[in-house]
């Protein structure tokens, strides 16, 4: 992390230092102990270089839950799950019983009362809102247009012009562009164009980043601390007020030339006309009968809605893609039977049936939801259970405490998993029969589990799916050998380092 402040570092060191002296004995046995007044933060921070991994390794020890203790009186203890039973039952059988919770809200404060901070009757209509608008038709052929338009438009003609200048190129940082693009368009109807060979810096997108990093940041500290940094402007928290300002600043330019596109066109209020409506336009003519809640006359409501779905969109599928396509270059077997597929399904380079015929690609969709399992975009879950209860691990939680779902772990655990847990096997969702097989949504939760399973899945999937048969059919990518890829701490499961490749076009392209 290029940006921690003064201030982060020297508590780092202190913690590193009195560690070290205090008990200076064998690393690892100490590693998660809970020390008096400091709890496991220093345990935590000697590991935090490798924390996805090390996470793994305590899960794997500790029975899938263990209750995390922080700092005397930091409110930091926080109780950490990957088990499909204690998963099943928060998220779907006891549902009503958590909540985002009102902690989520204070650490989340710049989501606004968006639908991913929001709980009860203000999170059904939300629900209702965005699913409807969704599964739309119209938004659908609208998703469907702009996934290609900026394809041929954008990402092409850029490995074009990577393969014709042999040019190194970071991979993700180029799908972090396309989605970026590609999902803001759905959002406001505008193309903020951030993907070119330029690689201009979008001060939106760049908050976006700002946000992610700063979320993170506040879940391992304690809250005087972000809170103290935030008054006083400094660190991570003076990036996370800047980017609200941002969020404020562009989301304001957006919603007044939409309200005017609208009152010009003359088109009712309530009044959508559904074909290829992005989702402002579809929030600001919201049928307030049906959904008593929802603000569309208020700017603020509109604002929490575009950075909601921006959110929801972009970094998701940037990861996504970024994590498979390294993948496929450590498991060159896989591109072959990828190739294979949309040989022997007969999907065209171009044309109109490439979107249609989607559905047939059964082995791009298991190896997408194999690279999911082990790398998933949304690393962890949040949630506070409403009254005290008893878990189906035997896990004891009291009202308003924390618990963190995290994903990554379940991806990876043996015991849910198998011994190959770690390996990359797109085989492992292909049926006897060659179909997809079915597997639990809270032992496969990339897509999140239960009432709020993620409404924008098929729409990803179909994105994604789009891009990966462009490239494949068209380019080799190599990956730049020597190149360290691990994972960045953060909200989205980002390569800390990005992917560095090399194009070329295929003989047969
Ligand atoms: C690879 C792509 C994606 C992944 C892995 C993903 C994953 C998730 C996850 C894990 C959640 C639960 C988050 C939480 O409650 O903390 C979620 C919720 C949500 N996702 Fe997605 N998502 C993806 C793409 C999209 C897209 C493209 C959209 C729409 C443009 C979308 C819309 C939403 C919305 C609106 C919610 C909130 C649902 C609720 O709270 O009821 N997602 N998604």
Known sequence: MASISLLDVSIAIICLVLFRCLFFKKRKDHAFRSWPVLGMIPGFLLELHRIYDFGVEIFETAD??????????????????VDPANIHYILSSNFSNYTKGADFKE????????????????????????????????????????????????????????????????????????????????VTGCDPKSLSIEMPEVEYAKALDDLGEGIFYRHIKPKFLWKLQNLF???????????????????????????????????????????????????IKLDTTKYELLKPSEDKFLRDTILAFNLAGRDTMASALSWFLWLLSQNPQVVTKIRKEIIDKSISKTGSNVLENLDKLVYLHAALYESMRLYPPVVFQRKSPIKADLLPSGHKVDANSVIIIYLYGLGRMTAVWGEDATEFKPERWISGTGGLRHSPSFKFLSFNAGPRTCPGKQLAMTLMKTVVVEILQNYDIKVIKGQKIEPESGLMLHMKHGLRVTITKRCSA
């Not at 899938?64 to 799950?81: H, I, K, R, V």
């Not at 009712?268 to 579809?282: N, V």
């Open 107 to 186: 650490v989340f404060d710049v989501f606004g009362e968006m639908i991913f901070s929001s709980d009860a009757e203000l999170w059904k209509n939300q629900r209702k809102a965005a699913q409807y608008m969704l599964n739309h038709q119209g938004f659908q052929k609208l998703s469907m247009s702009t996934t290609r338009r900026k394809l041929y438009d954008g990402l092409v003609p850029l490995f074009d012009q990577c393969c014709e200048e042999e040019k190194v190129v970071d991979l993700q940082e180029v799908f972090k562009r396309f989605t970026f693009d590609t999902t803001f368009f759905l």
């Open 64 to 81: 899938l839950t263990f209750l995390f203790t922080g700092p005397w009186f930091t409110g930091m203890d926080m109780l950490f799950t």
């Open 233 to 283: 402007g400094l660190g991570q928290e003076k990036r996370m007020t800047e980017a609200d300002a941002t969020f404020d600043r562009v989301s304001a330019k957006y919603i007044s030339a939409k309200r005017e596109e609208i009152r010009s066109k003359g088109i009712d209020h309530h009044q959508s006309d559904g074909e290829s409506e992005d989702l402002l336009s579809s929030h």
